[in-house]
Every structure is written in structure tokens, then in C-alpha cells.
């Protein structure tokens, strides 16, 4: 990087593709049905009658804003220690912000009346909040950009102008553009470039470095503006952050070139941060940048267990992952997906697609409850309990217990965090399905979805019909405003072993993309299926699991239920889960199993029962299904002599 990156004029590289604004992909099929559910009946729409101290009772960016003055308060986070809970203050800015970002988004994804007029009421309760400054945060003035040690600033910031964003793309309501305009003005002024250092604090120890991802918001004011001083500030900003010694430092430039360096941090930050690099390194031509952003994805991949989840059990700690060993936060699993969104919209590259799938798939559905409202905070990709702690025998330190490995609609107990983002992670998904291209539309994700957005000046209507991931075929169909010519480009995934395309016309395959350059009709239509096997992959060196397409497959475990908190609401409570009294050893395997593919009759409200695997495993006959219709599970095989 360059020692002044503010001296000379930015030359930013060119991303592959654009989002498109909310709204413009709507979801369709079992995955609408998943998000319907967890808005009318689960923790999506619900979590502020669940915890309505953290959310209705604390008016923290308006009314009880933070002052000098205030000592302490209900942050609903597992906290025995005054200096802990002066940290925490900004806690429940992420709990609020992080869980209208996703009940937001889902209202406005499913046009629903009733939570879209919650979420409106919500909005204009926090544009009343905004001084004659600008100034949208959760400080009062005595100390508002004045900190020498922890603070949740431009934290509280991102997290609340990404609501604030996504209700302007869907809804046009200018006066939320230009709140957040003014804000960030605010913001850059208290925090002037090349002028300011505001990474430079003492004690250090979440939310500062969770305030670089005000990335994310200067990336997409870019995005929505074209005004190049956003990305000149977002790439200011990383360049403060490599600079000063923080406790969430693994982005850092000295860190990613040092090929001996092994993430550490906190697993969240470090998987977030990746998007923060990866917009300065876009923001202008840098080898170095370059060269840091290729670091930091390599040193990734130790990170990731078979499923794709990260290590976030919290801290990485130089480890390589393990399927039984290390757990992933639910934060940590919508972060990376994040992430992969942003590397997919920028680089084009087809594997982050791939990645984005498998990660939700799998991971992100796998650590969800299959049957009730509530997720995992931790989760193992093999889980043989949810007992609170990873083993049920784990010694544990009673100022400080593990309480994290169970389910529950909020986690109060530990932080009200991972169920506001798990509540994210579906509308950021939805976002990356369809990607504008320069030269039409990108399919970077599947699942049936309806696109509605304009391209050349004609209304373009794009019908995605699909079971994806469950079956394998994607029906398009497309209704235009006039004919118009523009191309398709269709993310071709490394699992497939082929495809057959029909109905389309020419098409040629390049850069992970089946291409398709024609002039569209309304009522075209056609129709792509994706070939694919049952697939064993080697994990590490001595085990194996098993795939077929984008979905892992595991051995459910039987498991002893046990009630945990129970909350105001009915039908929401924690869960543990004992292992059976009659558990067996983990399978070990001495052949490749044959295996059979099982298909059921598809039902939308319980997709994930559709499809198993059967097969003799070790002498018997065993049934695998995939990964997110498990709760215990055995997701690895020891090889016992596999050849």
C-alpha cells in the first residue's frame, strides 16, 4: 500500500458484476416457505417480544443513547465483571440493528403488510433520531468520536445503515438515502481522512474492530452514487486499521504478507474483515493489496470444516479445522457467507458461487433447528451433543462455563448476536442469486426466485422454477416489456459433471459460465440440469465424507432431548440434547460404500426430508440424509485400511 493513499487519484478495478437493488430477486419455492415461517412464526419476526429488554426497552440510538455518565446496562451477554460490561455497552446496537437488518430485509423480500408496516414504524422512529449534524449513532455528544480505549461507533453505525439502505433500495424512499448520506458525512468530518486516526484506542476488544466494516456502507454508497470519495475513505480506513496494534488484527497487512502468520482473532471479525480488504483492494491498483487479499483467502482454507463453516468457537487461534474439534458461530457462518457474496459481485469468479451454496447448504442450514425456532451458537460439523459445553464431560470454569453448544430462539445467555444473523443470512443469499453483468445478467446462485429489473430501457421478468438444491434441474422462463437482446451468463458448478441445456439456443461455456447471447421474446423459455454423483472426499488424511452436488451428506445420530429457558412467547424455548443411552462409536468405514440415491415425494414445508442416501456402513445398512435434516450427526468416516 501506498504510505499516503489519499495523495494521488484512485484508479479503481472494474468488479465483474453489480448487485441489484433489494426487491429486484424475490424468493420462490421451499426457501420462501423457510423465510415465511421464521418471520410469522419464529425468531425472524419475533425476537423483540423474546427479548424485549434488549430491543423495545433500549432506545440506544435515541432517547438512551451512551453519555459519560452511564455505568452499566441490560446488554442480554453473558458478563461477570464491571470492566466487561463498560466494553459491551454498544451491545445492543448489533442486537437491534443486526435483527431489523434481517426482518427488514425479509419483510420487503416477501411483501408481507404486517411486518413491512412493523419495520416502517421502526425506520421512522430512527430517522427521528438523527441530529441537525448528520450524526446517526448511539453516543450522545460528550462522547461521540472521542474515545481512547473500546467502543461500538462506527459498529453501531454499519449495523444500522445497512437497515437503513436496503429499506431506500426497495422502497425508493429517498429521505433514508440521504439520512445515511448526511451521517456518513458526519462521520468523515469527526473523522477526517489522512487527518484522523479512529483505530487508535487502547484495550481494545470488539466493537472497534467491528467498526471496519463501515466499509460495507461506503462500498455501497459507492455502488448507489458512483462518488468515488466513499471508496478513498473505506480505503483510508483499512490502511488506519493495519496501522494500529488492535486485538482483532489478522486482516492487517503485516499479518496477511507474513507467510508464517495463521489467523488468531476473533473468528467473526476475521471472516468479516476479508470484505473490507477486498473493497480497498478494488478501490484502487495496488500489487500489494493484491498480493494481501490472495494471502488472506489461502490462509482461509485451513479454517473451513467439510460443511464450509469457519472456525468461531470464538477465537481461531492459529488452529486448522476439525469436523468434531472446532465449532463455528452462526455470526461467523453468515460473515464468511457475506464475505463470498462480495467476492463473487466483485471478482466473478464462479467457485465463490460454489462456496456461497455449500456454506449455506450445509453449515448455515446444518446449525439451524430443523423442526422449531431456534439455531445453534455453536456447531460442530460432526455433533455427537448440544449440552451447553463441545463434549458433555468437558471440565468447565464456573465464573465462565461453555454454554454455547444447544439451541435456542435467542442465546441470552451468552450474546443475543448469532439469531439476529442468522435471521440475515437468507435475504443476503437471495441478493447474490441474480448479479447485473455489463453485458446482461448473471445467474450466481440458485433456487427459484422471481427477477423483475430492467435492462436496455425494456421491464425484464425472470421465472426461476426449481427444487434446488434437492433436484439438480432450473426451468427459466422470461416475460419482457419489448424484445431486447442481452446475455445470460449461468453459474456452471465445479461439482457438475455436465449439463443439458435445452431451449436456449447457442450457448458457450467459459469462465465457470455457460454463456447465452441472443434477443429474448416474452414466453422464451428454457430449461438446465446439472449431472451429478455421489462424490467421497478425503478430509484431512485419514477420513472421508460424502456429497452430491451441493450437499453434504451425514449419519443422523439419535439423541435424548431435554428442555432448556423457556420465553414469553409460546413455542420458543431452548433445547439440549443428550446422546442416546444406546450410542455407538463413530462409524468407521474399511470400503467405499455403494450408494443408492433415495427420493421422496417433494414437500416444500419439510424439503430437507426429500432426499437420503442408503447404503451397507460398516456391516449394516445405514441411511444418510443431508447435513441441514440433522441434528446429532456424523458427517466424517475414519478410514479403517480405506483404500
Known amino acids: 500500500m501506498r504510505s499516503e493513499p489519499h495523495s494521488q487519484p484512485l484508479k479503481p478495478r472494474s468488479p ?19 423465510m415465511l415461517n421464521d418471520l410469522e412464526h419464529g425468531f425472524v419476526g419475533h425476537l423483540d417480544q423474546l427479548v424485549p429488554e434488549l430491543i423495545q426497552a433500549d432506545d440506544i440510538y435515541g432517547a438512551d443513547r451512551l453519555t459519560k455518565a452511564v455505568k452499566t446496562k441490560n446488554l442480554g451477554v453473558a458478563s461477570k465483571e464491571t470492566q466487561w460490561e463498560v466494553q459491551f455497552l454498544w451491545w445492543n446496537s448489533e442486537t437491534q440493528s443486526n435483527w431489523l437488518d434481517g426482518l427488514t430485509r425479509t419483510a420487503l423480500l416477501l411483501e408481507h403488510p404486517q411486518y413491512l408496516e412493523k419495520t416502517r414504524r421502526r425506520i421512522e422512529s430512527l430517522l427521528a433520531t438523527q441530529d441537525e449534524d448528520g450524526y446517526l449513532g448511539i453516543y450522545a455528544p460528550d462522547l461521540r468520536f472521542n474515545f481512547d480505549s473500546e467502543n461500538g461507533e462506527l459498529w453501531a453505525q454499519a449495523s444500522l445503515f445497512r437497515v437503513l439502505l436496503g429499506w431506500y433500495e426497495a422502497t425508493n424512499d429517498e429521505r433514508a438515502l440521504a439520512a445515511v448520506r448526511r451521517a456518513v458525512d458526519a462521520t468523515m468530518q469527526a473523522y477526517p481522512l489522512a487527518n484522523s486516526h479512529p483505530f487508535d484506542v487502547k484495550n481494545d476488544f470488539a466493537g472497534v474492530g467491528h467498526g471496519l466494516v463501515f466499509t460495507d456502507i461506503l462500498d455501497r454508497l459507492h455502488q448507489i452514487t458512483g462518488e468515488q470519495r466513499y471508496l478513498a475513505y473505506a480505503r483510508w480506513l483499512f490502511a488506519e486499521y493495519s496501522r494500529q496494534p488492535l486485538s482483532q488484527d489478522d486482516i492487517q497487512l503485516s499479518h496477511l504478507l507474513d507467510p508464517e502468520y495463521r489467523f488468531q482473532a476473533h473468528g467473526v471479525h476475521t471472516y468479516e474483515h476479508i470484505r473490507s480488504l477486498l473493497t480497498a483492494a478494488f478501490a484502487d491498483e495496488d500489487v500489494r493489496m493484491e498480493a494481501a487479499l490472495s494471502a488472506a483467502l489461502a490462509k482461509l482454507e485451513t479454517c473451513l470444516t467439510p460443511s464450509g463453516g469457519p472456525i468461531g468457537d470464538e477465537f481461531i487461534q492459529g488452529r486448522p479445522a476439525d469436523a468434531s474439534e472446532t465449532g463455528y458461530e452462526y455470526c461467523s457462518i453468515h460473515e464468511l457467507l457475506d464475505t463470498y457474496t462480495h467476492l463473487l459481485q466483485k471478482t466473478g469468479a464462479a467457485q465463490w458461487g460454489d462456496r456461497i451454496e455449500w456454506l449455506l447448504f450445509n453449515a448455515g442450514q446444518g446449525a439451524r433447528h430443523p423442526h422449531k425456532p431456534a439455531v445453534a451458537y455453536l456447531k460442530t460439523d460432526n455433533s455427537f451433543s448440544m449440552t451447553g459445553p463441545l463434549h458433555p464431560d468437558d471440565p468447565q470454569d464456573a465464573q465462565n462455563p461453555q454454554i454455547r453448544y444447544k439451541y435456542s430462539p435467542v442465546h441470552q445467555d451468552a450474546a443475543v448476536c448469532c439469531v439476529p444473523n442468522a435471521g440475515r443470512i437468507y435475504p443476503y443469499y437471495v441478493r447474490a442469486m441474480w448479479l447485473r453483468s455489463p453485458q446482461g445478467l448473471a445467474a450466481g446462485l440458485y433456487g427459484d426466485c422471481e427477477l423483475h429489473t430492467t435492462i436496455n430501457g425494456s421491464q425484464v421478468t425472470i421465472r426461476e422454477e426449481t427444487r434446488y438444491p434437492f433436484d439438480l434441474a432450473v426451468h427459466f422462463s422470461l416475460e419482457l416489456e419489448r424484445p431486447t437482446a442481452f446475455a445470460l451468463a449461468l453459474r456452471l458448478p465445479a461439482w457438475a459433471e455436465g449439463f443439458e441445456l435445452s431451449g436456449a439456443g447457442a450457448a458457450e461455456v467459459r469462465d465457470g459460465f455457460i454463456h447465452i447471447q441472443r434477443t429474448w421474446h416474452s414466453a422464451d423459455h428454457f430449461s438446465l440440469r446439472f449431472n451429478a454423483r455421489v462424490e467421497t472426499h478425503s478430509w484431512r488424511e485419514s477420513e472421508v465424507y460424502f456429497s452430491r452436488g451441493p450437499l453434504l451428506f451425514a449419519l443422523p445420530l439419535a439423541g435424548e432431548p ?44 419439510r424439503p430437507w426430508d426429500t432426499l437420503a442416501l442408503s447404503a451397507q456402513l460398516a456391516g449394516s445398512p445405514a441411511r444418510l440424509v443431508p447435513m441441514g435434516a440433522t441434528i446429532l450427526r456424523q458427517v466424517t468416516f475414519p478410514r479403517a485400511g480405506l483404500a
Request: hydrophobic share 35%; glycine share 8%.
Open 562 to 605: 431435554r428442555p432448556g429457558r423457556s420465553y414469553p412467547l409460546p413455542g420458543f424455548q431452548d433445547e439440549y440434547l443428550d446422546p442416546a443411552a444406546d450410542s455407538a462409536a463413530p462409524i468407521s468405514l474399511d470400503c467405499v460404500p455403494d450408494f443408492s440415491l433415495e427420493q421422496e415425494p417433494f414437500d416444500p414445508q
Open 16 to 34: 465483474a458484476f453489480e448487485f441489484l437493488r433489494l426487491g429486484e430477486i424475490r424468493p420462490g419455492g421451499w426457501m420462501r416457505i423457510q
